[in-house]
């Protein structure tokens, strides 16, 4: 969810219908504007921001126009109007930028049922998602900047993980990543587990060595974690969308 509060003074008495419906109005209408110059700056990917996607700005201002206000609230002089736009579902954010993405040379695929077994006999163990832990990283040139379709790179550059490795209908559903500040324990106590499902009882944590370009939006991991991670893809939650980025401050939560 992408979620904010759009605000309007109260110069009439809110207790009359018809003066409560058009603050409300107001404050909606102010929502959707705010609403609307955050999404305008959301990164798609290191290469591009939601402004420079003409077709994708005018379905997202469809969807804004037709949302209403989720909670309204009202003080002696503010009417508040709470909007929260899904971005993940059909026909939302995440799923009109997907097609654009295409296969990369190098990513990470799907698993059967039998490769992901024989991965898990192979290391003795079988992870259920994956973390990568960006807290270090909270200068301000170095600090990762969220996007739809972030991507793990090893130290060369190759890619780990990216929308190209996310089977469509996860991605859909779930995008391609959460960002969280908080990152459980390796082992999730489990009446934890129903609170942050994405990851897993057992998630495997990997920490991130810096951000990748201009943008930073990408992250890169070392060698010996890049080993790692490719060693359990084969449990399949790479294309299951089972990843969490951790960085230090975020104002969004999932994608």
Same mark, same amino acid.
């Given at each position: ?11 009439? /008495?809110?207790? +009359?219908?018809?003066?409560?419906? +058009? ?7 102010? #929502? &959707? ?15 591009? %921001? ?14 804004? /126009? @037709? ?21 993940? #579902?059909? /026909? ?11 296969? $990369? ?7 059967? *049922? ?7 006999? @192979? ?5 259920? #998602?994956?973390? =990568? ?12 900047? *969220? ?12 890619? !780990?993980?990216?929308?190209?490795? =996310?089977? *469509? $209908? ?22 934890? +587990? %129903? ?10 944590? =990997? ?11 990408? !992250?890169? =991991?070392? $060698?010996?974690?890049?080993? &790692?991670? &490719?060693?359990?893809? #084969? $449990? ?7 990843? +969490?980025?951790? *960085? ?8």
């Amino acid at each position: 969810l992408c979620g904010v509060t759009g605000r309007a003074r109260i110069m009439k /008495d809110i207790t +009359i219908e018809i003066f409560r419906k +058009i603050t409300e109005q107001e404050a909606a209408d102010e #929502g &959707r504007r705010r609403l609307a110059r955050y999404l305008a700056r959301m990164r798609i990917d290191s290469g591009s %921001r939601l402004e420079e996607r003409a077709e994708l700005s005018a379905a997202l201002k469809k969807q804004l /126009d @037709a949302l209403p206000p989720a909670e309204t609230d009202s003080s002696r002089a503010m009417f508040e109007a709470r909007l929260k736009l899904p971005l993940r #579902g059909q /026909d939302r954010l995440v799923s009109l930028v997907l097609p654009t993405v295409k296969p $990369a040379e190098g990513a990470s695929i799907a698993t059967t *049922p039998a490769e992901a077994q024989v991965a898990k006999e @192979a290391s003795g163990e079988s992870f259920t #998602g994956l973390i =990568v832990d960006a807290r270090h990283l909270a200068a301000a040139d170095t600090r990762p900047v *969220p996007a739809i379709l972030s991507r793990i790179l090893d130290a060369q550059g190759t890619l !780990l993980y990216g929308a190209e490795s =996310v089977d *469509p $209908a996860y991605a859909r559903e779930a995008g391609v990543a959460a960002y969280m500040q908080w990152i459980h324990p390796l082992r999730i106590a489990p009446e934890l +587990i %129903r609170h942050r499902p994405r990851e897993g009882e057992r998630p495997l944590m =990997v920490k991130a060595v810096s951000t990748v370009g201009d943008a930073r939006c990408d !992250l890169a =991991v070392s $060698a010996s974690d890049a080993s &790692r991670i &490719r060693e359990a893809a #084969g $449990a399949g939650f790479l294309s299951a969308a089972r990843v +969490i980025n951790s *960085p230090a401050t975020t104002s969004v939560s999932l994608f």
